[in-house]
Each structure stands twice: as C-alpha cells, then as structure tokens.
C-alpha cells in the first residue's frame, strides 16, 4: 500500500521569506509525486508532479519541489513567500508504470496549512 | 475549456433521503475520480474510473453509496439513503489518464444531511 504523510498541519512564515511544505511517501517502487493547493471553497488546483528526471521540479506560482529518493521526500519550496500563497497543500502518490502502476488513482497527504504573514 | 462540472453545488437533505451528485469530466480525458473530504478524514478517494469502467471501488464507504459513469462525458455519485456522517465535500476529478498525468478538479458539492 502506498501512504503520503505531510508533518504538519500548519506552518507559518513571514511574507519574503522562503518556504517549506514537508512531504515523506512511502510506495513500494518508483513513485510519481505530485503537489496540489487548495484555496477557500475551491477544488484542489495542480502545481506541479515529479515523474523522472531531474530531481528538482518546478511549477506554478514560482513553486519548486525537490524529490530525494534516499530520503522518500518531495518537500515543496519557494524563495519569497507572498500572502496570497496562503492555502491548503497537498501532496500526493501513485507508483509509477515501471514498478506497476500507471492507471491507479492518486494518494494524498492530509494537508498543509501554509499560512503567510504580512 | 469550461473544467470539470459539479452539480449541484450545495445540497442539504434530511436523513433518509437519495442524494445523487454529478460530474461532467474534461472533453478528451479518459479517467474520473469521486473524492470526499471532511476535516476529520481529509480527501479520500471514493472510486475511480477509466475509460467508463470502475477500476477501484475500494474506497466508497458502504453499499449506500454507488457511481456510474454511463458515457465519457457524465457520471453521477448516489447515496441512498443519506446519513448525517455523510456530511462532507464531493470532488470530481478527471484527467487524461489514472497515473503519470495531473487530475483537474471540479468545484466540489458541499452535502449536508440534517
């Protein structure tokens, strides 16, 4: 079975500073990953997904992600944090086609508020 | 593109009563997936499908709830009959394909059974 867990539940950070939304998955094979964000009364919106290459992954609203295969991460990152990057953050799994998978559905995390203040 | 369609957007019903919620999929996009999210329980993926068929149904609660998805461009979620527990937000997803490829969310419906 595969699992996605997010540490916390919550993490505030002043606006301009960077940002980290933390991400450890657990999958048995290669894994694809991927990062959503919900806003207020909003479906969850794609930011961006890691399916090979190079390691450091980067998508919208200037996010990056960074997948660490000996460490089972995809922490989520951006070097200056704005107010309106204040949402819900999700990450989420599924195995890869090479290790098995390719037509299943997606594993989120519970959540990350991510909360900037001005 | 208008995006994945969710309807209604509210709904509140007694107990008891049938719930049907519907989705209108991505033109083009061959996978569909029914999430529920609560505060307690987070998003969990209720069923999915490819191509019209159910490929995982592990996830739909009990046998109160059942989806179809008679055609590539409709499917519709059904709860009968409704309990307060049930209370919660339905997402529809599509994508081109389960796997390697980005889901697109619809708005959601936000059920409440009194």
């Known amino acids: 079975a595969q699992s996605v867990a997010q540490p916390e539940d919550q993490v505030n950070v002043a606006e301009g500073n960077p940002l980290t939304v933390k991400c450890t998955y657990s999958?048995?094979?290669?894994?694809?990953l991927f990062w959503y964000v919900q806003y207020p009364n909003r479906g969850l919106q794609f930011l961006l997904k890691?399916?090979?290459?190079?390691?450091l992954v980067k998508g919208s609203y200037g996010f990056e992600a960074e997948f660490n295969k000996s460490q089972t991460s995809f922490h989520l990152k951006k070097p200056s944090a704005l107010v309106s990057d204040s949402a819900l953050y999700f990450c989420?799994?599924?195995?890869?086609?090479?290790?098995?998978?390719?037509?299943?559905?997606?594993?989120f995390g519970k959540g990350t508020h991510l909360i900037i203040q001005p | 593109d208008a995006g994945v369609i969710q309807s209604p957007r509210h709904e509140v019903t007694e107990m008891g009563q049938e719930v049907t919620l519907r989705c209108k999929p991505i033109?083009?996009?061959?996978?569909l997936f029914w999430y529920r999210q609560t505060m307690m329980r987070g998003l969990e993926l209720l069923i999915y499908?490819?191509?019209?068929?159910?490929?995982?149904d592990s996830g739909m609660p009990e046998d109160r709830f059942s989806a179809k998805m008679p055609n590539a461009s409709f499917s519709t979620l059904k709860i009968q009959p409704s309990e307060p527990r049930d209370s919660a937000v339905y997402f529809c997803?599509?994508?081109?394909?389960?796997?390697?490829?980005?889901?697109?969310f619809g708005p959601g419906t936000r059920l409440t059974v009194t």
């Open positions: 997803a599509s994508s081109l394909l389960a796997g390697a490829y980005e889901q697109y």
């Open positions: 999958v048995s094979g290669n894994p694809y």
């Open positions: 890691y399916i090979t290459g190079d390691n």
């Open positions: 989420a799994v599924t195995l890869s086609p090479d290790s098995g998978g390719g037509a299943d559905g997606l594993t």
């Open positions: 033109s083009g996009h061959n996978s």
């Open positions: 499908f490819n191509n019209n068929v159910p490929i995982d």
